[in-house]
């Protein structure tokens, strides 16, 4: 068998093809590139029961992801993330099958750490010596580190209100690093002009065409891990959507091999309501979004007005009879907390976002009783210290302390 | 087969035996204890075989863990990290075949989950209803999260100089917490009085005999992901030293069942210029330490001027022929930036410690040519900000940036 089983670069809008062994950014059209892997070739020769020997990270499914030589492999464990049962805020928002995807357990904290492993292999598969991109934190600090570890030269902007720790992976792994005052669409102007002006490799968010493969990994393990059997939801956080549109394209894969069964879960994008161009297209039955002005979320990584691949969200949404729904800011913090205390798990914002999300449309009764629903927190808690408001009393040598009188830590 | 083949406690100092299903915490001579397992019965029945289909966490190794009903378990999907190759660096102190054991990625982001998920799930089976500890942050930090998902409360002191962000942590798991205008010793006497007026459970380090077990699956995983083949060397942050005592007592465990067979790997307790008690007294060929005076150092993990088990981390260096080091500041943080600029991975000041340690070993030939060396990053460089100084020019939208001219992520 090949490590891999790629075969192309397709485009999603006008079908043009291009070689998946030149370095290729956008389509001549505009549109994000998707990669093609010859799936009847591997149908007959690939079975679950080839991965259960191997290792618990991500490159477990190397036939269906774009790196042909091994040796080429740029990892720092990547993946194979907890999916862990949430029974008691399930119970609290009356959904009796509920699983948090865990992303906050990975290499740099956060979902990011999926798409560099793969997109940064890949760029050293191609003979990329450098890089740039936009961010909006968290990706800029996966990309930065894997980058150094793939001896790949790299330069990020990002906005000046991104969380600081990711200035800090960034500014650790040797990138050449700046901020700016403004949001990532600046930042992304900013990376345009040095593209150009340096002729480096765009990895901007689906401005090369691996990044989705590697966070398409989410869906394979989230499949993997529940034996094969589809879950009905999965609620993702929406800002370019990649991990959305990778899920939706891992699960398509997988069918296409005959490894899932039945109808795909509906797929949910939840945005904050201070950037939610998704969620107005989707009401609006539109297959693109249009710019959202003024965007403002404490949920940084969602903080996106205009995605690239907004139509391929829109699209894995209606494909899949999803939706899309937009939550308060203040909704999330409250349910960050409420998780921490009742399950133990401090997660990020934008992971929060998805139980609001849950709990929204378990009361609408879109999400129906006894059904598997699962929510994908894209990242540590750890990473956003100032969503948690903290008051500590301080003691002297000596002092006593009060008991605890805490309630909701009780069952 | 049963979950658990616990026995009983012993003491390692006075030999006295206590039940495992009633709560214990000192020996009353005053030592920790320790768990037993029936062995014997066991390995008649345990394979390395078993393992390869249980799901990738610390629980996959049940039968040698103290948690007898599998409906304890509180987790949050911690274990199995990833055990990374660093060529890089180690071509850099002419290590050929060099490794470090991740434990940035698992929840809570330090290795300290590991314990407090095997703690608190003992906990939970024993009725225990509240705990209390003194912590440098980390150890509070998971366990105030592992209980908040157990049900059981917690309350917490801490240094005002621990890392900031396992403030937040204890805070947002609805943790009844505390800082001290001291170290972790002072801290441990607030907790001590605490315990007495509330009658609460000690799960201060070693004052409870579980997160030992919790720590030693360290070993284990390290013997696994080897196909239980042993290292040379094992580099440990050595603080309290319990991990090094669970690493040692694993390797024992596996030894006894005949999983692993020759030499056990030379252990090496790295400790930090401003806190070496365990130095000093291995130096000095003494099976205790001293208490160290005005102990200081940025690697907060590490500060731990007596512990309580020094006597079980100097006979496990003894045993295995290991050594003591002692590493200072400057050096460590100057690693720190090295490995995450040239491997990509952004570790903790503590790991960053066993780095150098191996550098100055291998240099002393005290390391040989071809050894296979194992580094233990004990925590995520992300709840370290601190320990990274970060100088970003900050742009307006419109401007342009510099090309990259950093050589350090050149190969």
Chains 1, 2 share one sequence.
């Not at 948690?388 to 009188?405: A, F, H, M, S, Y």
């Amino acid at each position: 068998m090949k490590f891999s089983y790629v075969s192309h670069l397709h485009c999603p809008k006008c079908n043009q093809k291009y070689d998946a062994r030149e370095k290729q950014q956008l389509c001549e059209c505009g549109s994000p590139l998707l990669v093609a892997y010859h799936l009847d070739e591997l149908k007959k020769e690939f079975t679950p029961e080839l991965l259960t020997k191997r290792e618990a990270n991500l490159w477990r499914y190397h036939e269906i992801l774009p790196v042909e030589h091994e040796e080429n492999v740029v990892s720092l464990g990547e993946g194979m993330t907890p999916l862990i049962a949430m029974p008691r805020i399930g119970e609290d928002m009356s959904i009796s099958n509920l699983y948090m995807k865990d992303e906050g357990i990975i290499p740099s904290g956060s979902f990011k750490a999926r798409g560099a492993a793969v997109g940064v292999s890949k760029a050293k598969e191609l003979g990329i010596e450098e890089l740039a991109m936009p961010t909006n934190g968290n990706a800029g600090a996966s990309w930065a580190l894997y980058a150094a570890r793939a001896g790949i030269k790299s330069s990020i902007v990002m906005p000046v209100n991104a969380p600081k720790i990711t200035r800090n992976e960034c500014a650790v792994s040797g990138s050449n690093l700046y901020l700016v005052n403004g949001l990532i669409s600046d930042a992304g102007k900013i990376i345009g002009q040095a593209v150009n002006d340096f002729s480096l490799y765009d990895a901007s968010t689906l401005k090369e065409p691996y990044r989705i493969e590697g966070k398409k990994t989410m869906g394979l393990e989230i499949a993997e891990q529940l034996n094969w059997e589809m879950p009905d939801v999965i609620l993702y956080p929406t800002g370019g959507g990649v991990g959305l549109i990778g899920i939706y394209k891992a699960l398509t894969e997988l069918q296409y091999l005959g490894w899932i069964n039945g109808r795909l879960p509906r797929l949910v994008a939840v945005q904050a309501a201070g950037c939610a161009p998704i969620v107005k297209a989707w009401e609006e039955g539109k297959s693109v979004s249009e710019f959202w002005p003024d965007s403002s979320t404490i949920a940084f990584g969602i903080n996106v007005p205009k995605a690239l691949g907004d139509f391929l969200v829109l699209d894995a949404i209606y494909k899949t009879e999803g939706c899309a729904i937009a939550i308060e800011d203040q909704s999330l913090l409250a349910e960050q907390q409420k998780i921490a205390a009742i399950e133990g798990a401090f997660i990020c914002p934008e992971g929060a976002s998805t139980f609001v999300a849950a709990r929204q449309l378990r009361e609408k009764g879109w999400i129906k009783d006894g059904e598997k629903v699962i929510t994908l927190n894209t990242g540590a808690g750890i990473k956003y210290p100032d969503t948690v408001q903290v008051e500590v009393p301080i003691l002297q040598p000596g002092d006593r302390i009060r008991k605890n009188t805490n309630s909701l830590s009780k069952k």
